[in-house]
């Protein structure tokens, strides 16, 4: 074969594997970018969803917040609104007032009287009403703490002893007094510093003076019962 046509095919055969490489690196070149820009557009679309996710988060934390403090502060106002509406205690005479032993939250509902235990006082006071419907005088007399104070509507008449009381108990223990007595609900009785009230102010109870552990009647209001 000639010298000269062997040179040319070489060449052509040079010529043919560049044109092959430089093809193969554009094609390498153009995919690599393809692939970072596909990641690129992939990154900021995720930072794109997270900074719209975390707004929307605090958004919602804020709204939520909010809603909690209004909450609160519609609490706040409804205990505010409950403790105004709490009933305000009956006057039992024109220097009395007192407040309903059920709505004390205490153990101890008769505390404010200074009746230090509360299931004596009500066993008494059960013993009293027991005693007023059987209409026994002489158990009655013996739940008198002496002198007894009982008013009527033009004056006071203050009844020494046990001996006086029964030979004016019809006159002291009307039909009225009795029946406020027999019906009272020991839920639905008043208590202040003063006493026990019974009613609205018929009778009223407290221990005695020398003996914390004795429960009484002080006093009896006739002139209520006539309004």
């Avoid at 609160?72 to 007032?97: C, F, L, R, V």
Wanted: proline residues 4%; hydrophobic residues 35%.
């Amino acid at each position: 074969m000639p010298k000269n046509h062997e040179f040319g095919n070489q060449k052509m055969s040079r010529r043919l594997s560049l044109t092959a490489i430089l093809l193969t690196l554009t094609f390498v070149a153009l995919t690599g970018c393809g692939q970072d820009k596909n990641a690129e557009t992939i990154d900021t679309g995720s930072s794109t969803s997270v900074i719209e996710n975390g707004a929307g988060g605090s958004r919602s934390g804020s709204a939520q917040s909010d809603k909690a403090a209004k909450e609160s502060k519609s609490a706040e106002n409804s205990g505010t609104d409950a403790q105004k509406s709490t009933p305000s205690a009956p006057s039992a005479s024109s220097d009395t007032s007192s407040s309903p032993a059920a709505s004390n939250p205490s153990q101890n509902p008769f505390e404010v009287a200074g009746i230090q235990d509360p299931k004596a006082f009500l066993n008494t006071f059960k013993a009293l009403q027991k005693a007023v419907a059987d209409n026994d005088k002489e158990k009655v007399a013996n739940y008198i703490l002496y002198p007894l104070r009982v008013n009527d509507s033009e004056k006071s008449l203050t009844i020494p002893n046990k001996k006086d009381f029964m030979a004016k108990y019809d006159q002291i223990f009307t039909d009225a007094i009795r029946e406020a007595l027999v019906n009272q609900k020991t839920d639905d009785l008043f208590v202040n510093y003063q006493g026990v009230m019974v009613g609205s102010g018929e009778l009223w109870l407290r221990r005695a003076t020398d003996n914390p552990k004795l429960f009484g009647v002080f006093s009896i209001n006739l002139e209520t019962v006539a309004n």
